[in-house]
T-cell receptor, first 112, second 109 residues
C-alpha cells in the first residue's frame, strides 16, 4: 500500500485566495511530482523535485510554487487562486524516474 | 512534438480478453508505463517495459515494440472491477513522462 498522503481531499475556495496543497510520503523517495488532471484528460506535470532543495517547473505553468525542505514533504502553493485553477491535483513520488510512481489520493480544487 | 495516442473508450464483456493499444512519439525513449485509474481515484502502476517483447503479470500482460513506437496492454478473463481508465505514459530522453489521455474501459456483464 502506498504511503503518500494529500490534504485536503476537496477544497472550494474564492478567487484571489492563497492556498497550499499538502503532500507527504514516508517511503524515503527522492523524486516527487505534482500533476494536474482534468476529467478524461492526460496528466500534466506542474512541478517536480529530485531531492531536498531541488525544484523544477514542468510543462504546465499554473502560477504555483513548490518547496522541498524535507524529503518527505512537497507542498504546492497557489498565490492567487483563479477559476481556471479548478482541477484535480495529484502528488506522486518514486525511487527513480524509471520506476513505479506512487500517487496520493488527490485534491479536487474548485475556485469560485 | 511528443505525443501519445490511445483509444478514448473501449467496451468488452466480462470473462473476455481486451487489448488496449498505445502509440508514442517521443524525443528519445527510456521505457513505457501502464497505469490503471478508477474513476475518482489515483492512478496505480501496472507495468513498465523498456525492452521489446511481452511481459506477463497474472491476468495483465504488456507488449512493447520500440521500432514501431507501439505498446499494448492485454487484459484476460475480464472482471467487472477492471472497469477503469488505462493510462499509457512514455519516458523520454530527459526522463520526463509523456502521458496519454487514457482509455476508458467499460466491462459489460
Amino acid at each position: 500500500e502506498a504511503d503518500i498522503y494529500q490534504t485536503p481531499r476537496y477544497l472550494v475556495i474564492g478567487t484571489g485566495k492563497k492556498i497550499t496543497l499538502e503532500c507527504s510520503q514516508t517511503m524515503g523517495h527522492d523524486k516527487m511530482y505534482w500533476y494536474q488532471q482534468d476529467p478524461g484528460m492526460e496528466l500534466h506535470l506542474i512541478h517536480y523535485s529530485y531531492g531536498v532543495n531541488s525544484t523544477e517547473k514542468g510543462d504546465l505553468s499554473s502560477e504555483s510554487t513548490v518547496s522541498r525542505i524535507r524529503t518527505e514533504h512537497f507542498p504546492l502553493t497557489l498565490e492567487s487562486a483563479r477559476p481556471s485553477h479548478t482541477s484535480q491535483y495529484l502528488c506522486a513520488s518514486s525511487y527513480a524516474e524509471n520506476t513505479e510512481a506512487f500517487f496520493g489520493q488527490g485534491t479536487r480544487l474548485t475556485v469560485v | 512534438g511528443q505525443n501519445i495516442d490511445q483509444p478514448t473508450e473501449m467496451t468488452a464483456t466480462e470473462g473476455a480478453i481486451v487489448q488496449i493499444n498505445c502509440t508514442y512519439q517521443t524525443s528519445g525513449f527510456n521505457g513505457l508505463f501502464w497505469y490503471q485509474q478508477h474513476a475518482g481515484e489515483a492512478p496505480t502502476f501496472l507495468s513498465y517495459n523498456v525492452l521489446d517483447g511481452l511481459e506477463e503479470k497474472g491476468r495483465f500482460s504488456s507488449f512493447l515494440s520500440r521500432s514501431k513506437g507501439y505498446s499494448y496492454l492485454l487484459l484476460k478473463e475480464l472482471q467487472m472491477k477492471d472497469s477503469a481508465s488505462y493510462l499509457c505514459a512514455a519516458l523520454d530522453s530527459n526522463y520526463q513522462l509523456i502521458w496519454g489521455a487514457g482509455t476508458k474501459l467499460i466491462i459489460k456483464p
